[in-house]
């Protein structure tokens, strides 16, 4: 974009972003940055946004009604700098007339591969076997030591086969995993490449060795994770969960890692982060991440970039590409 530095728009930038995506701000807007970092309170949040056109956030900051009912009319766009927007309400950026869009695609890759890192670690125990390492308590090897589960050949499930769900299929393939899925509509073949289709979470979650969860929270999802369908999985199953900890109901999952119903758990997105529930923080048969799944350089950049590319679509007098609301 090249305007005149008086006109341009004025972004609010909720936190900390890469420092090339800082520069595209710096030269394409008027940019209220956050170097340091410091959480947004509700109330800082709004008293912020008072004088801009625009709010770049992540899904660490909330926009309820009561948000968007007191952010000023000339707010426009929010663009997120993420996948998932359950942390905005996007009936109530409708009503205000607040467009919302997020950044798909350039993070499949990376919570992809944090997938497959939070089922190795689960399935081999390597939360536990760091402990040992690091508290100076490993005394002793034996067959018999911290022996986990296989994950080459077993069934895995995935809930949601978007893009990241697929990305994930792909790369279990070199696992030689069966995959299993369910999805609102069954893909094409070509993106299906022989996963097999279960129209009911409840029809898959039988087959599922190692269950991967990628669904988007709505009110459909929220808690489906519950203490039924936990007991339809084969006992001794692994589940990783990389999308949000609000698709699992916390006291269904503990007692499943407690009973043995799950061998373990990889989880790297929790209900009331960053608090996570102490339960899972005691158990052993859980692998922990503090929500990283698209923590890499290059995916922090691209994201900052989709954004930006939403923004200055929006400022151009079109559309932007990834619109949610
Ligand atoms: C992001 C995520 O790091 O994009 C998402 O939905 O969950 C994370 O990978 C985070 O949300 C950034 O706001």
Same mark, same amino acid.
């Given at each position: 974009?090249?305007?005149?530095?008086?006109?341009?728009?004025?972004?609010?930038?909720?936190?900390?972003?890469?420092?090339?995506?800082?520069?595209?701000?710096?030269?394409?807007?008027?940019?209220?940055?956050?170097?340091?970092?410091?959480?947004?309170?509700?109330?800082?949040?709004?008293?912020?946004?008072?004088?801009?056109?625009?709010?770049?956030?992540?899904?660490?900051?909330?926009?309820?009604?009561?948000?968007?009912?007191?952010?000023?009319?000339?707010?426009?766009?929010?663009?997120?700098?993420?996948?998932?927007?359950?942390?905005?309400?996007?009936?109530?950026?409708?009503?205000?007339?607040?467009?919302?869009?997020? /950044?798909? #695609?350039?993070?499949?890759?990376?919570? &992809?591969?944090?997938?497959? $890192? +939070?089922?190795? =670690? %689960?399935?081999?125990?390597?939360?536990?076997?760091?402990?040992?390492?690091?508290?100076?308590?490993?005394?002793?090897?034996?067959?018999?030591?911290?022996?986990?589960?296989?994950?080459?050949?077993?069934?895995?499930?995935?809930?949601?086969?978007?893009?990241?769900?697929?990305?994930?299929?792909?790369?279990?393939?070199?696992?030689?995993?069966?995959?299993?899925?369910?999805?609102?509509?069954?893909?094409?073949?070509?993106?299906?490449?022989?996963?097999?289709?279960?129209?009911?979470?409840?029809?898959?979650?039988?087959?599922?060795?190692?269950?991967?969860?990628?669904?988007?929270? /709505?009110? #459909?999802?929220?808690?489906?994770?519950? &203490?039924?369908?936990?007991? $339809? +999985?084969?006992? =001794? %199953?692994?589940?990783?969960?990389?999308?949000?900890?609000?698709?699992?109901?916390?006291?269904?999952?503990?007692?499943?890692?407690?009973?043995?119903?799950?061998?373990?758990?990889?989880?790297?997105?929790?209900?009331?982060?960053?608090?996570?529930?102490?339960?899972?923080?005691?158990?052993?048969?859980?692998?922990?991440?503090?929500?990283?799944?698209?923590?890499?350089?290059?995916?922090?950049?691209?994201?900052?970039?989709?954004?930006?590319?939403?923004?200055?679509?929006?400022?151009?007098?079109?559309?932007?590409?990834?619109?949610?609301?």
């Amino acid at each position: 974009m090249a305007d005149t530095a008086s006109k341009r728009p004025t972004v609010l930038v909720t936190r900390r972003l890469p420092d090339a995506v800082h520069a595209r701000l710096a030269r394409d807007y008027d940019a209220r940055l956050n170097p340091e970092d410091k959480l947004y309170t509700k109330d800082a949040l709004i008293a912020a946004a008072q004088d801009v056109d625009a709010i770049m956030p992540c899904h660490t900051e909330h926009f309820t009604e009561e948000v968007f009912a007191k952010l000023p009319e000339r707010v426009k766009i929010i663009a997120n700098f993420s996948v998932g927007y359950d942390h905005v309400d996007v009936e109530a950026a409708k009503k205000h007339g607040v467009i919302v869009t997020n /950044t798909p #695609e350039v993070l499949s890759d990376a919570t &992809a591969e944090t997938t497959i $890192l +939070l089922m190795l =670690g %689960a399935a081999r125990r390597a939360s536990e076997g760091e402990r040992l390492v690091r508290s100076g308590g490993w005394k002793d090897w034996s067959p018999a030591f911290m022996v986990g589960l296989g994950v080459t050949g077993k069934r895995l499930g995935i809930l949601g086969m978007g893009r990241v769900g697929q990305t994930v299929a792909d790369l279990a393939r070199a696992f030689r995993m069966e995959i299993h899925y369910h999805n609102r509509t069954r893909l094409s073949p070509d993106k299906e490449k022989g996963a097999v289709w279960h129209d009911t979470l409840d029809d898959m979650l039988p087959h599922c060795d190692f269950l991967s969860l990628h669904c988007n929270v /709505t009110a #459909e999802t929220r808690g489906i994770m519950n &203490a039924a369908r936990f007991a $339809l +999985l084969p006992d =001794g %199953a692994v589940l990783a969960n990389a999308a949000r900890g609000a698709v699992i109901d916390d006291d269904a999952l503990v007692d499943a890692l407690k009973s043995g119903k799950l061998f373990a758990a990889g989880i790297d997105a929790y209900n009331n982060e960053p608090n996570v529930d102490k339960r899972l923080i005691a158990l052993d048969n859980t692998f922990l991440l503090p929500h990283i799944g698209s923590a890499n350089r290059e995916t922090r950049d691209a994201m900052g970039f989709r954004a930006l590319d939403n923004l200055d679509a929006y400022f151009a007098g079109g559309t932007p590409g990834d619109r949610v609301a």
